[in-house]
């Protein structure tokens, strides 16, 4: 596989990777694509693995995804802006402590939003709450699991 290819699925990935913070885009699948199309151009037991894998954590994470129970939207104060934010915090954290600081990141940046938006620490706060209660939890769970993928796939190409 040359440079161009193996630049082009992670830039597919990259793109999953914020669609899963914007609504009706599939994320999850974009990041699925693009291992999938990497696999059947590698061939190796390694890339064959993690198509596995990955397919197997994308399915259970639907399935986690849809038992969550629905929150309104409307009334938390959801915005282009804080999508932004959280996306950015996430990616931030993802490069700062791979993987798992994609988490904080994601919360700090809502809270970042909020606590611009609203001036104070205490009504910051009390709104975040309110975010991750409504949508946080869902994207977060579809989130971590495209950055577990993402990160092994990354992991793989290098190793390879």
Same mark, same amino acid.
């Given at each position: 596989?040359?440079?161009?290819?193996?630049?082009? *699925?992670?830039?597919?990935? %990259?793109?999953?990777?914020?669609?899963?913070? !914007?609504? =009706? !885009?599939?994320? +999850?699948?974009?990041?699925?694509?693009?291992?999938?199309?990497?696999?059947? $151009?590698?061939?190796?037991?390694?890339?064959?693995? %993690?198509?596995?894998?990955?397919? +197997?954590?994308?399915? !259970?994470?639907?399935?986690?995804?849809?038992?969550?129970?629905? /929150?309104?939207?409307?009334?938390?104060?959801?915005?282009?802006?804080?999508?932004?934010? *959280?996306?950015?915090?996430?990616?931030?954290?993802?490069?700062?402590?791979?993987?798992?600081?994609?988490?904080?990141?994601?919360?700090?940046?809502?809270?970042?939003?909020?606590? %611009?938006?609203?001036?104070? $620490?205490?009504?910051?706060? +009390?709104?975040? /709450? =309110?975010?991750? /209660? *409504?949508? =946080?939890?869902?994207?977060?769970?579809?989130?971590?699991?495209?950055?577990?993928?993402?990160?092994?796939?990354? =992991?793989?190409?290098? *190793?390879?």
């Amino acid at each position: 596989m040359g440079a161009w290819q193996l630049l082009l *699925a992670g830039l597919v990935m %990259l793109l999953g990777l914020f669609g899963v913070l !914007v609504p =009706g !885009v599939p994320g +999850a699948w974009l990041v699925w694509a693009a291992v999938m199309w990497w696999s059947l $151009h590698v061939r190796t037991g390694a890339a064959w693995w %993690l198509l596995v894998g990955s397919s +197997a954590l994308l399915l !259970v994470t639907q399935v986690v995804v849809w038992q969550l129970p629905a /929150r309104r939207l409307r009334g938390v104060g959801l915005t282009r802006r804080m999508v932004a934010y *959280a996306g950015a915090g996430a990616l931030l954290g993802f490069l700062l402590l791979p993987v798992v600081g994609a988490v904080p990141g994601y919360v700090g940046g809502i809270y970042l939003s909020e606590r %611009l938006r609203l001036g104070g $620490h205490g009504p910051a706060m +009390a709104s975040t /709450r =309110g975010v991750m /209660r *409504a949508v =946080g939890t869902s994207v977060l769970v579809e989130l971590f699991a495209c950055l577990l993928i993402v990160g092994a796939w990354t =992991g793989v190409v290098l *190793a390879g």
